[in-house]
């Protein structure tokens, strides 16, 4: 089972931008797994934030940060990204990363279905705090 770390959280203020990067430990690759990023905001249940299908040709991206945040692979599909723009407060919570369960992720009318109980190997969070 694959073992991910998630890098960059940090402190920010309304307005601007951040990106998180995920990796597997000891280097390996993530090409060929599925992949997602969730939130969990204070108080509320982690959800799904912006997934990937193997192939990177099925998505998923929450309403709320449409047009906002992008989810990508590096060069060597060894890393994913998730560049956030026009940050508010209402993206503050601790993001996760995280690869499908059983191989690739599921599909429903065409949008990858991007929620935690298909997906089993997760890092332990990057915390991001959007003052006002």
């Known amino acids: 089972q694959l073992q991910l770390v998630e890098s960059g959280g940090s402190l920010v203020q309304s307005g601007e931008s951040l990106t998180l990067s995920c990796a597997a430990s000891?280097?390996?690759?993530?090409?060929?797994?599925?992949v997602g990023w969730f939130r969990q905001a204070p108080g509320k249940e982690r959800q799904g934030v912006s997934c990937l299908s193997s192939t990177d040709i099925v998505t998923y991206s929450a309403i709320s940060v449409k047009g906002r945040f992008t989810m990508s692979r590096g060069d060597d599909r060894n890393m994913v990204f998730l560049q956030m723009t026009k940050l508010n407060p209402d993206d503050t919570g601790v993001y996760y990363c995280?690869?499908?369960?059983?191989?690739?992720?599921?599909?429903?009318?065409?949008?990858?279905?991007?929620?935690?109980?298909?997906?089993?190997?997760w890092g332990q969070g990057a915390e991001v705090v959007v003052s006002s």
């Open positions: 995280a690869t499908d369960l059983h191989g690739d992720i599921a599909t429903d009318d065409g949008d990858a279905v991007c929620s935690p109980p298909g997906f089993g190997s």
């Open positions: 000891g280097g390996a690759s993530l090409d060929g797994y599925a």
